[in-house]
């Protein structure tokens, strides 16, 4: 049987499906009213992700999604986008909003194969200052303000 | 008729406010960006750009919202004709007869006659939700929990069976956003499931991080890893209104097309993208010359871009009247009611009728604004294909986050997102559809409300959910539903097997 990203993620479902039912298992049953309590959802829904997960893992024949190989730009910029993802929200509170801000649109514009250093620059700042105005001015939204706050 | 009319007058008086008009409009200019820009569609907008209406009263804000969802149909059609992608996934239809009009130089046309074939079934659309909403309002009111149940287990049950590549990964990923739905304070006794002892998800997972993070930065994901770069088409377009002929060719297809598209929109689950296909094969099949579909049949272009503005009102629909939506971009303006605290229901055209009539009315004035905005600047939508995505995609992560930490300035929901933004990445890559998701996660807790509700009124009697008419109907419909692909494949197998065994 070829293992294929479909078959995996049906197992990984699978997987989930039966961690749920074990953890919702804990859960009292009945109400005092009467009908079911706190746990017949989750384990309902748990074993019925698992059967699916399961079922697809399964299957007798892999179907025709598009997997082609990555290159090696892709892998590039698919990389570059999940790493300024992750540290983004790492730092976003410590370093503040207009600091992480800029040098998150740096990454990913660096990512996405853009050279010229001043538009990158421009288009950081400018895009950072410019969010901030909407949020934090006119939404009145309180963003972190980090190394460059009071 | 004359409450009908009467309230109408009230929604007009509403959507008239300068304010609702300016957001109309706002909504429907930004709808038709987003539906020009490849590679960002109605759900991830309405998404991002919910943190940015917490600050209106709801009114204006769906309004507006509902300005970018039909908006981005319009939008999506330019794209379609002019550089064979469609703008969105409504818009996939469209290429086929639209791209090759474009190409024997009759770009023009096939662009005027998506504005006015939009125009034209949203304006039906709309006329049809007018009508309907009031009696589908009143059969709503005698719904118990066991109605509710079935109704929103069907929902979920067509979403997940019709967006996906298979009934079975719909399924998985719609039963999963259940299971996500369950995720903290048990709705009736207050005991805590999957908390894992972190405060934050006591109060359940927040449904807008997980929207934008399987949306949004599931989509800038998916685009990164494609390709950035683009190309960059030159036309000149000239004389946007169709000719007499063109008028002839339609006259049938339009009315058609406008009630598909509405019919389809209404049914939980089915949304534009579905209503445009069908609308487009129903219209080959009708037509005296079905060969010449593909070829640039003006026709080809009118149906799906009639049936897809038409089944954006029609998705209003189960929205307003029954709190239930059928569409991911539904599911998300639902959310929005909720954060604005807003029951969504039939109560809510009585409660809170400003709203739903000013919204209605903003429609008839949002296709207006449409076609008046799209025919004169149809050139500049299209050099606004020349943004280069590598600008674009850093923005639309950027307003990812800030729209997400803005909802309650908590880092934990930052995670959310990005976990389920990977989670999305992933799930899309291998065919598995993620707005069942979302739906299920809205849909969780007021459906384990209504099961259990229905199960304490009969004592724990399951024969409730038969033994009410319309409950035991909406709940064959779904077991028929999740049946019928089983039975099509055991007969398909059975058909194969003597042929396997031959050779």
Redesign the interface.
């Given at each position: 049987m070829k293992l294929d990203?479909?078959r995996i993620?049906?197992a990984v479902?699978a997987l989930?499906?039966l961690l749920?039912v074990v953890?919702?298992s804990r859960?009292?049953e009945d109400?005092l009213?009467?009908?079911?309590?706190?746990r017949?959802?989750?384990v309902s829904?748990?074993l019925?992700?698992a059967v699916?997960?399961g079922?697809?893992a399964l299957?007798p024949a892999p179907?025709r999604?598009r997997?082609t190989p990555?290159g090696a730009?892709?892998v590039l910029?698919?990389g570059g986008?999940?790493a300024?993802?992750?540290l983004?929200?790492l730092v976003?509170?410590r370093l503040g909003?207009l600091v992480s801000?800029s040098a998150?649109?740096v990454v990913?514009?660096a990512?996405?194969?853009?050279r010229r250093w001043p538009v990158v620059l421009a288009?950081a700042i400018g895009?950072a200052l410019a969010?901030h105005a909407?949020?934090a001015r006119?939404?009145?939204?309180?963003?972190p303000p980090g190394l460059l706050g009071p | 008729m004359t409450d009908v009319l009467q309230n109408l007058g009230m929604g007009f008086a509403v959507a008239l406010a300068p304010v609702n008009l300016l957001y109309c409009f706002v909504g429907v200019l930004v709808g038709t960006v987003i539906g020009v820009l490849p590679g960002i569609g109605p759900v991830t907008t309405v998404a991002i750009l919910l943190p940015l209406t917490f600050g209106m009263n709801p009114t204006s804000a769906l309004i507006m919202l509902a300005g970018i969802y039909y908006g981005s149909q319009y939008g999506g059609s330019t794209t379609a004709i002019l550089i064979n992608t469609p703008g969105e996934s409504a818009s996939v239809m469209t290429t086929l007869d639209g791209y090759q009009m474009a190409r024997a130089g009759r770009a023009g046309p096939a662009l005027g006659m998506a504005a006015i074939a939009s125009f034209i079934a949203g304006t039906v659309g709309v006329v049809l939700l007018m009508l309907l909403a009031r009696p589908l309002v009143a059969v709503a009111l005698s719904f118990g929990p066991a109605e509710y149940f079935a109704l929103m287990l069907l929902a979920l049950c067509t979403l997940g069976g019709l967006v996906g590549e298979s009934v079975a990964k719909g399924l998985l990923t719609g039963a999963f956003g259940l299971l996500l739905g369950t995720i903290g304070s048990d709705p009736l006794t207050g005991a805590s499931r999957f908390t894992f002892g972190i405060p934050s998800l006591l109060d359940g997972l927040e449904f807008l991080p997980v929207a934008i993070g399987l949306f949004a930065v599931a989509e800038v994901l998916t685009t990164a890893e494609r390709s950035v770069a683009q190309q960059v088409y030159e036309t000149r377009i000239t004389g946007l209104l169709p000719t007499r002929e063109d008028w002839r060719a339609c006259r049938a297809t339009l009315p058609r097309a406008s009630v598909l598209g509405f019919v389809v929109g209404v049914l939980p689950g089915a949304g534009s993208t579905l209503a445009s296909i069908l609308a487009y094969l129903v219209e080959k099949r009708a037509s005296r010359h079905p060969e010449r579909f593909g070829t640039g049949v003006i026709e080809g272009v009118a149906a799906p871009e009639a049936a897809n503005n038409a089944a954006s009102a029609g998705a209003m629909v189960p929205l307003l009247t029954l709190g239930v939506p059928g569409s991911g971009t539904t599911a998300v303006m639902l959310g929005a009611l909720m954060l604005w605290g807003l029951r969504p229901g039939p109560l809510l055209f009585e409660k809170n009728a400003d709203l739903v009539w000013g919204l209605i009315a903003s429609m008839y004035l949002g296709n207006v604004m449409l076609l008046v905005l799209n025919l004169p600047l149809i050139g500049l939508w299209v050099r606004l294909l020349r943004v280069p995505t590598r600008v674009l995609l850093p923005f639309i992560l950027l307003f990812s986050f800030t729209g997400t930490y803005a909802v309650s300035a908590n880092v934990f929901d930052l995670y959310v997102m990005v976990v389920f933004g990977i989670l999305g990445y992933l799930l899309q890559r291998h065919g598995f559809p993620v707005a069942p998701i979302v739906l299920g996660l809205i849909l969780g807790p007021m459906l384990e409300t209504h099961l259990r509700r229905a199960l304490i009124l009969s004592r724990g009697d399951w024969s409730v959910f038969v033994e009410r008419p319309i409950a035991a109907t909406l709940l064959a419909a779904v077991v028929l539903y999740l049946a019928l692909p089983i039975a099509l494949w055991a007969w398909k197998r059975a058909r194969r097997q003597p042929r396997g065994a031959r050779a």
């Open positions: 990203g479909t993620t049906g479902a989930v499906g749920a953890e919702a859960l009292a109400t009213t009467g009908g079911p309590g706190p017949f959802l989750p829904l748990g019925l992700v699916l997960g079922t697809i299957r179907d999604t997997e990555a730009g892709a910029r698919i986008t999940l300024a993802l992750v983004y929200a976003f509170e909003y801000t998150f649109v990913l514009m990512a996405y194969g853009e288009v895009g969010t909407v949020f006119w939404l009145g939204v309180p963003l | -």
